[in-house]
């Protein structure tokens, strides 16, 4: 991988309390990161329970794509398979009768490049669906930060210049959860669709060789939508996006790096090419009618700062200003580092939003001793610093 760091086993000499060091430097990222996920991971947990009449919440990733096999193959046929992009999208708003409403979008492609321009495509094709669900004020477009995807200055840059169709002021504002690759929304597509497409190839029921055959047999087996008048709170949609509809005219060459994206996890849009970002998300009631300067978890969610989109050469005002600009999408190189750390499963259980990392990381550690069922080097001196003493008998 080139200029890449990576883990090497390296042996070391040195005292108990040298390795007590470096470990407590190696779990200060670690912590962060765990409390910022699960921060993330609860204020939008509360906020769909609260959510308001004129919000909505977006929850989208990139699904594994979907191998095109055959019934009755010829054994030569299994390294040649086709592929599809699945691409499926919660969409979480509130019915006119009040209830809580979900719609499941799918989306599939032919196109098979999983970065920032067909994400777009997507992205205007649910703004698209949703401008017609409702007059929505606030719209929340929730993934993961990914930055060849969704977190970099290319999103950023699409970000500044999307608007919710016939309607106007509603603010468009992306949030990231605190970890890559976790159970979200979306999972759902993984198992119930892709099981039934299978199936049914296999039951030799359809053949499925690209995208607009998985698109014409989904909707016609899969899709659900209400009629009218009627009041419908889980809606399926299937949609057909061609490899031509993607526009790569615009490439992250064009915008200069956001110092810190890698922190953030909360964008929107505050003026023309300036955006307001913040390390964390918040949902506090003052922050929900936007008076921030009273925000209630001001003592853990720094406020928002601005960042101010800069651009190498022309400004672009609109990707379509952009016809001879050169081709191509970069691929981005990730400007996560490598502590991803799986999500855990998301619980239900309280989250006290007094906890500092530290009381986090401390009683993490001792919710760890407490069910005592593993002890390994780690917990000791874990616990050996929580406990500020050094650990004297082991049972
Ligand atoms: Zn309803
Ligand atoms: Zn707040």
Redesign the pocket.
């Known amino acids: 991988m080139g200029t890449h760091s990576r883990m090497e086993k390296v042996s070391k000499c040195g005292s108990v309390n040298e390795c007590l060091g470096e470990l407590m430097k190696e779990l200060g990222p670690l912590y962060r990161h765990k409390f910022n996920a699960e921060w993330q991971r609860n204020q939008l947990y509360h906020l769909k329970r609260n959510l308001p009449e004129d919000w909505v919440i977006i929850v989208m990733d990139f699904a594994e794509n979907f191998l095109c096999k055959f019934q009755d193959e010829p054994q030569s046929a299994h390294w040649a398979y086709r592929q599809v992009t699945v691409f499926p999208a919660v969409v979480h708003s509130r019915c006119s009768c009040g209830e809580l409403r979900r719609d499941n979008l799918v989306f599939l492609s032919d196109d098979l490049r999983h970065d920032a321009c067909i994400t777009q495509v997507f992205i205007e094709n649910i703004l698209e669906y949703v401008s017609k669900l409702r007059n929505m004020k606030k719209v929340l477009l929730v993934s993961d930060g990914c930055a060849a995807q969704f977190k970099s200055k290319l999103p950023f840059l699409f970000l500044a210049r999307s608007t919710l169709p016939h309607s106007k002021g509603a603010s468009i504002e992306k949030v990231f959860f605190g970890a890559r690759h976790g159970k979200n929304d979306c999972d759902w597509c993984d198992g119930a669709v892709k099981r039934n497409v299978t199936r049914d190839i296999a039951s030799g029921a359809v053949t499925v060789n690209g995208a607009q055959d998985m698109f014409e047999h989904c909707s016609r087996t899969m899709s659900h939508s209400e009629g009218p008048g009627e009041c419908l709170h889980k809606v399926q949609r299937f949609f057909l996006i061609e490899p031509d509809q993607v526009d790569r005219k615009i490439n992250s060459s064009m915008v200069k790096t956001i110092h810190g994206s890698r922190k953030l996890h909360h964008v929107r849009v505050q003026a023309q090419d300036e955006l307001a970002i913040r390390t964390l998300s918040?949902f506090?009631k003052?922050?929900m009618s936007e008076d921030y300067a009273h925000?209630?978890?001001a003592a853990h969610?720094p406020g928002w700062q601005t960042a101010k989109l800069k651009f190498a050469g022309s400004v672009p005002f609109h990707p379509q200003d952009h016809e001879d600009e050169k081709v191509d999408c970069d691929t981005l190189q990730s400007e996560e580092d490598s502590a991803h750390i799986a999500e855990s499963e998301y619980s239900d259980t309280d989250f006290a939003p007094s906890e500092s990392p530290v009381v986090a990381f401390e009683q993490e550690v001792m919710s760890i001793l407490r069910n005592a069922s593993y002890t390994g080097l780690w917990e000791f001196l874990a616990a050996s610093h929580v406990l500020r003493r050094p650990i004297l008998s082991v049972f």
Do not use: A, M, R, T
């Open positions: 918040c506090c003052p922050c925000c209630l978890s969610v």
